[in-house]
């Protein structure tokens, strides 16, 4: 079982189009993530979740937006895809508490073209 | 600000020689410090973590870690390398008293040639 799941794994786009991206997570964890991974490989957090509840909003764009319909999904939203929008999007999760170590999904390649 | 930092880019070692991937950290506070690895094309795995107790730690596949409270550096190492310890190297340290947030270092591409 996939601890982590993220779909699509690939998402070619339209520039000014809007997509989501899914994320699931069957390991019981109360805090959850999405993270941006650019092409230099740089890892940046974007929100934070946890038990359905926005923790961080690291200025991300408002065209980005999170949803957590319950503790086990955080899916992404994005309005108005730009170029600069184009990386690998992460999610990923953890037990609430500072000594805990986060699980990834396999992440979501995203290209705006 | 919590931040960790990774000076090399890339590591180069031959196969069964041993390696170390350098990371240092600035934290207010006890650090909560991490290594994580991700291969191409995948998620990032969990390695080892340091939180408290014994400087040395071990973790997943062969890989330890020495805290270094006095030089603030968290290098993770290996006896003797393989060509599938091929990856890129994250060091992470936690920011805040919950796991809200992970801050990443810039990663180090470790090569390993046969």
């Known amino acids: 079982d996939t601890a982590v799941s993220q779909t699509p794994k690939y998402l070619v786009t339209q520039m000014g189009n809007d997509k989501s991206i899914k994320c699931e997570q069957n390991?019981?964890?109360?805090?959850m993530y999405w993270y941006k991974q650019d092409s230099k490989k740089f890892l940046k957090i974007m929100f934070s979740?946890?038990?359905?509840?926005?923790?961080i909003n690291e200025t991300v764009p408002n065209r980005f937006s999170p949803k957590s319909p319950d503790k086990a999904h955080l899916n992404l939203h994005i309005n108005s895809l730009e170029l600069g929008d184009s990386a690998v999007y992460f999610c990923?999760?953890?037990?609430?508490?500072?000594?805990?170590?986060?699980?990834f999904g396999q992440g979501t390649r995203l290209t705006v073209v | 600000a919590q931040s960790v930092a990774q000076p090399e880019d890339q590591v180069n070692v031959a196969e069964g020689n041993p390696l170390t991937v350098k990371c240092t950290y600035s934290?207010?506070?006890?650090?909560?410090l991490f290594w994580y690895v991700q291969y191409p094309n995948r998620g990032l795995q969990f390695l080892l973590k340091?939180?408290?107790?014994?400087?040395l730690v071990k973790g997943s596949y062969g890989f330890e870690a020495e805290f270094n409270k006095s030089q603030t550096s968290f290098h993770l190492k290996k006896p003797s390398a393989l060509v599938s310890d091929s990856a890129l190297y994250f060091c992470?340290?936690?920011?805040?008293?919950?796991?809200?947030?992970?801050?990443f270092g810039s990663g180090t591409r470790l090569s390993i040639r046969p």
């Open positions: 934290v207010s506070g006890n650090p909560y």
């Open positions: 340091y939180i408290t107790g014994d400087n």
């Open positions: 992470a340290v936690i920011r805040g008293r919950s796991a809200s947030k992970i801050i």
């Open positions: 990923a999760s953890s037990y609430q508490g500072a000594g805990t170590e986060a699980f």
């Open positions: 979740y946890n038990n359905k509840e926005l923790i």
């Open positions: 390991l019981g964890h109360d805090t």
